[in-house]
């Protein structure tokens, strides 16, 4: 079984519409796939229909992102939770409507330096889809500015310029206790990604942990060798579940279908434990 927990489409910053997600999991040989829009699960009832017609499984996620009080990034997955639990909706529309102001704000402070504006940037943004940096930086690709995305990552957008402003996102112990309140099953997206940011030390995992996180993301490209030896530690001191996956986002990034997977054994547990909606197959 080919088993992948992480992939994202144009319902946030991937390049695809779910449908397309879905033929693509079909031609990386996949078995099932976890649809995991950012802060979003408006993308579900696409890819359903698509897993129907392409015979991969779909397990309808997400993924919310969340900032500790010390100003560290947490992503966390969601799988198999409700997607109308009030809690958990509440959370995600502020960080979506936040993410909102966030982005119109580095339009702005970017727009004294580049020639870039909100209308541009909207351009590259999917009716309704979370916005994040990647639209950003597709306007800025299109504005000749820099090569792709990873450039603008690498420079203009990273969270130490001058042009990033923060959002709202709740911390992350929150965000665990809601996605299990919505019967959901709450894993640690590629936790120790130092590359992208400051990372969380031990006492956040605690912290997850005693609200009922699940599972560690530990095979994730973004995860340095000696992060990974770290989380098995943790894995299994707390008998957390351990899974592997792409975090593929089409063309918005080098992220390949089935780059990395999940055990059939960790993914039984997983939808064991999922009760606020089903797999689809
Ligand atoms: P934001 O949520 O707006 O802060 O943007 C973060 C998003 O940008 C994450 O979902 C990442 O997948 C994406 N991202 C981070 N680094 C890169 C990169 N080098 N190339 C393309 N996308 C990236
Ligand atoms: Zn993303
Ligand atoms: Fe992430
Ligand atoms: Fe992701």
Redesign the pocket.
């Known amino acids: 079984m080919r088993i992948d927990l992480h992939a994202h489409s144009n319902v946030s910053?991937g390049t695809q519409v779910p449908a397309d997600v879905m033929e693509s999991a079909a031609a990386a040989g996949l078995d099932v796939i976890a649809l995991t829009d950012?802060d979003s699960t408006a993308g579900w009832a696409e890819a359903a229909v698509a897993a129907r017609k392409t015979g991969v499984a779909l397990v309808p996620g997400m993924e919310i992102?969340c900032r500790t009080a010390e100003g560290i990034s947490v992503h966390l997955l969601s799988y198999l939770h409700d997607p109308a639990h009030p809690g958990l909706l509440e959370e995600i529309t502020k960080s979506k409507d936040a993410?909102h102001t966030r982005a119109q704000r580095m339009v702005t402070l970017l727009s004294e330096d580049y020639p870039l504006t909100w209308d541009d940037v909207i351009h590259h943004v999917a009716p309704g889809a979370t916005l994040?940096?990647?639209h950003i930086?597709d306007a800025l690709v299109a504005a000749g500015v820099v090569e792709d995305?990873?450039e603008a990552?690498?420079s203009i957008l990273t969270a130490r310029s001058r042009y990033w402003v923060q959002h709202y996102a709740p911390e992350p112990a929150l965000a665990v206790e809601l996605v299990r309140a919505a019967g959901g099953v709450p894993v640690f997206a590629h936790p120790v990604a130092s590359a992208?940011g400051r990372i969380v030390g031990e006492e956040t995992y605690r912290e997850m942990i005693d609200a009922g996180l699940a599972g560690l993301e530990i095979y994730h490209r973004d995860n340095p060798e000696e992060g990974r030896r770290f989380l098995r530690r943790i894995a299994e001191r707390y008998g957390l579940l351990v899974t592997g996956s792409s975090?593929y986002?089409g063309a918005?990034?080098p992220n390949l279908l089935g780059e990395n997977l999940t055990s059939a054994e960790v993914f039984a547990r997983i939808e064991e434990q999922g009760t606020g909606s089903s797999v689809v197959r």
Do not use: C, E, Q, V
């Open positions: 910053d950012h992102s993410r994040g940096r990647p930086a995305r990873a990552f690498g992208r975090d986002h918005g990034k």
